[in-house]
Structure formats: structure tokens, C-alpha cells
């Protein structure tokens, strides 16, 4: 059980205390709700260069780190399709630090030319390396539009094109951050060797003043119910082919989150999963296999992903996928089978809380999920789940028509030969 306290400030940050005074450590979150859906289509990836740009300079401090790194700090952030997340942790003494850091970014970025254009180049230089020249790379480009027609989760976190980053101007960064980079569009968790009382003193002093900005509303199309398969092949110059498979699923907040999220589990999780026992141990179709779900906030995907091994047809081996989904529709899961994945799911939930940041992560992001507590029910709500519920909720997600498939064909390219002199 992770104990907490909460307030919320006048200019609408909300905040999450946690005490830990086994640690020396403290730990600083402060979680944005945005992320690459709240993008517009022909302007994508500005969340995650963001993500970057917080980094390059505030208002007051003109280089992030190095207050940090001379207080002992370290720090990080990430970005997903649903939202930005920045974190520090440093000893627990020099915490002031971190809250003057924090609340300086948020006030007011730096905005430079230099600046933008510096991180600009970062960013299409992770685009090129990790999307466009690495094998299977551009993997979640080509199936997320494949999977979605019309919500925004068809594009990937780094953007839907290099160019709209390559093209991003001043004053579309400067809107984005006045939208989506406020108090009332926060939440900050303060975790470690501090009291509440000091927590609030220092994010009372330091965010306080902070203006609220305008409360962002979201207004995002819902996808619609797919009614078909899906299927796009592709090829590239990759090691061996692969398949992937993306089943519509519910979203994080729906109650059968967790059966679907325990039927990829019994599908693909670890070397004793269905997926793996029979089709790379077995039949030896597969070279490797997977199951995995997105845990998006709104309505996400079941993903089925392997590699096969060579010679395998990609049709033959989709087929078997197929038919072991199909096993898992047409009975009811044996009880030892589920209790296996359900035990898998909690010692991962109880090992996530051991990490004093893994704990003021999850605290936020429960908070924006409705509410804090959530963190401390998520073993129950596993445990809960019951044979039928798997079935009834596989019947819904792994049909066919629900599924859209990336057939990724291995095209070896013939090397050129040096000429012999």
C-alpha cells in the first residue's frame, strides 16, 4: 500500500505527496497531459520535440543540468501518445533545487531560435536513425495508420512525417507551450525523505505564482469500429521476415482492461506463453513471439508481434497465430493457466513500486487516470478477473475482423561487390 497525500493550488496544479523516510533520496515528477494525440495532423511530433526543448534553457536558468548535476541530481523525461513526463530525483536535502527548476520551465521557456533549431536537428536525426535506417524501424509507422483511421493514435510519437518537424516555426512552439505547458494542465508528485508540510511550503513558494493559463478540453474524434481485417505486406532489407498483429482493445480505464491485458499475457508473455510453446518451441515457425498491450487512456491495441524463421511462409505462420487466438475464443482458459499470469501480472505491479520513482510515476499517472488511489487496487482488480471474462473479452478483441496485420517480408539485398584490382 503506498500512502499518499493530496492538494491542489489555486492556479490548478494538482499535487501528490509521498513520504518515504527510509531513502535519502527525493524524487520530482511533474506530469503534462499531452502527448502526440493532442497533435494536429498536419503538424505532428510537436509533443515529443518538446520533450526536448524543456531541456534547453528557462526563463531564469539558462542551462537545465547544470544546477542539478552540482546538487547531485540526475534527470530525465519521455513522451507517449497520451502524455510528457518529467522527472529528477537528487538527495533529499538539496530538494529546493529541484522545485526551482521545475517551476522555472513551466513559467517560461527560453524560446530562441538557436535553441529550436538545435533540437530540431535532434530530433530528425532520432527520426532517421530509429524510424527510417533501422531494420524493422519503421514498423509503427506503417501499422498505426493501419490500425486507425481516425484518431490521432495513428501516428507515431516521433510524428507522422520528418518534415513537420524539419518545418516547425516559432510560432507554432510558442502556441503549443501556452496550450499544453500550465499548472492547470499538471500534476506533480513530490516522493522521498520530505514531509507534506515541507512539500507544500516549497511547491506553495515556487509554482504558486505560476498563472493557471487556460484549461485545455480535449476533443478528439473516436475511432470507429473496425468491421473488417486489415492487411498490408511491405518488404525491406531485414534479417528475417515478421508479422505483426493489432487487435482493438479497450481503454485503460474500462473494466476489462486487465482481462485483455492477462489474454496477452497468456498469449505471448514470457517462454511458457501459448504463442511461444507452440509456435517456436513447437511447430518452430517463429524465431521469437510476443504479446503486449499499449495501455493507452483511450481505446488502445492488443499487439502480436514475431519473427519468423526463415523459409516459414509468412501466410502459414499467420495462420497459426490465428488458430491458437482461436483456441482462447472457443474455451474457457484452464484456472492454473490464469492464476499463472495473474500471479506474473502482481509480482510485476509489486516490483514497479519498489523504485521510489517508479512509485511517483505511477502515483501521477493514476491521477490523471481519475484518481491516485488506483495505484493500490491494481492487484485486485487482476486477481478479480475470472475464465469467463477472458473468453467473453477474446471473443470481442480477437476476431478477425477487429485485426489488422503487417505482413514484413525480408528482401535481402544483394551487397556490391568490390571491383578486384
Request: with cysteine; net charge negative; charged share 25%.
Amino acid at each position: 500500500m503506498i500512502q499518499f497525500k493530496e492538494f491542489t493550488l489555486d492556479n490548478g496544479l494538482q499535487v501528490i505527496v509521498h513520504e518515504d523516510n527510509a531513502t535519502p533520496m527525493a524524487v520530482l515528477n511533474v506530469l503534462y497531459n499531452v502527448g502526440s494525440r493532442d497533435e494536429e495532423e498536419s503538424r505532428t511530433g510537436f509533443a515529443h520535440l518538446f520533450e526536448h526543448l524543456m531541456f534547453s534553457g528557462s526563463k531564469n536558468i539558462p542551462v537545465y543540468d547544470e544546477p542539478l548535476q552540482r546538487v547531485g541530481g540526475e534527470n530525465n523525461a519521455f513522451t507517449s501518445p497520451d502524455i510528457t513526463n518529467y522527472y529528477l530525483s537528487l538527495p533529499a536535502q538539496n530538494i529546493e533545487t529541484g522545485f526551482w527548476l521545475e517551476s522555472d520551465r513551466m513559467l517560461e521557456l527560453a524560446f530562441s531560435e538557436n535553441g529550436l533549431e538545435v533540437q530540431r536537428k535532434v530530433v530528425v536525426e532520432e527520426f532517421k536513425q530509429n524510424y527510417l535506417n533501422q531494420p524493422y524501424g519503421d514498423v509503427w509507422l506503417k501499422l498505426r495508420p493501419l490500425a486507425y483511421e481516425q484518431h490521432p493514435y495513428k501516428w507515431a510519437t516521433i510524428g507522422k512525417e520528418i518534415s513537420h518537424i524539419e518545418n516547425a516555426k516559432m510560432e507554432d512552439v510558442r502556441a503549443f507551450f501556452n496550450k499544453h505547458y500550465s499548472p492547470s494542465n499538471a500534476i506533480l508528485v513530490v516522493a522521498g525523505n520530505i514531509t507534506f508540510e515541507r512539500a507544500k511550503e516549497l511547491t506553495e513558494k515556487w509554482f504558486g505564482p505560476i498563472p493557471a493559463g487556460e484549461k485545455y478540453e480535449r476533443s478528439i474524434p473516436a475511432e470507429p469500429e473496425q468491421k473488417g481485417p486489415r492487411v498490408l505486406e511491405t518488404s525491406a532489407d531485414v534479417p528475417l521476415a515478421a508479422i505483426y498483429k493489432a487487435y482493438h482493445m479497450p481503454s485503460r480505464t474500462h473494466k476489462d482492461y486487465y482481462a485483455v491485458d492477462l489474454i496477452s499475457d497468456i498469449l505471448g508473455r514470457g517462454k511458457s506463453s501459448r504463442l511461444y510453446e507452440r509456435l517456436v518451441k513447437g511447430k518452430k515457425l517463429f524465431n521469437s513471439i510476443s504479446a503486449s498491450v499499449s495501455g493507452s487512456i483511450e481505446p488502445g491495441l492488443l499487439i502480436i508481434q514475431g519473427k519468423l524463421h526463415e523459409g516459414v511462409d509468412l501466410h502459414e505462420a499467420n495462420a497459426a497465430i490465428e488458430a491458437i487466438n482461436q483456441e482462447l475464443m472457443d474455451n474457457l482458459v484452464d484456472e492454473q493457466e490464469l492464476d499463472k499470469v495473474k500471479n506474473q501480472a502482481e509480482a510485476t505491479i509489486v516490483f514497479s513500486e519498489i523504485e521510489l520513482l517508479n512509485r511517483a510515476m505511477n502515483l501521477a499517472y493514476s491521477k490523471l487516470l481519475g484518481d491516485a488511489n488506483l495505484i493500490n487496487l491494481e492487484g485486485e482488480k487482476v486477481q478479480a478477473v475470472t475464465p469467463e471474462d477472458i473468453q467473453r473479452c477474446a471473443r470481442k478483441v480477437l476476431s478477425s475482423n477487429n485485426c489488422s496485420t503487417l505482413l514484413y517480408r525480408a528482401e535481402k539485398k544483394e551487397k556490391a561487390v568490390a571491383p578486384v584490382e
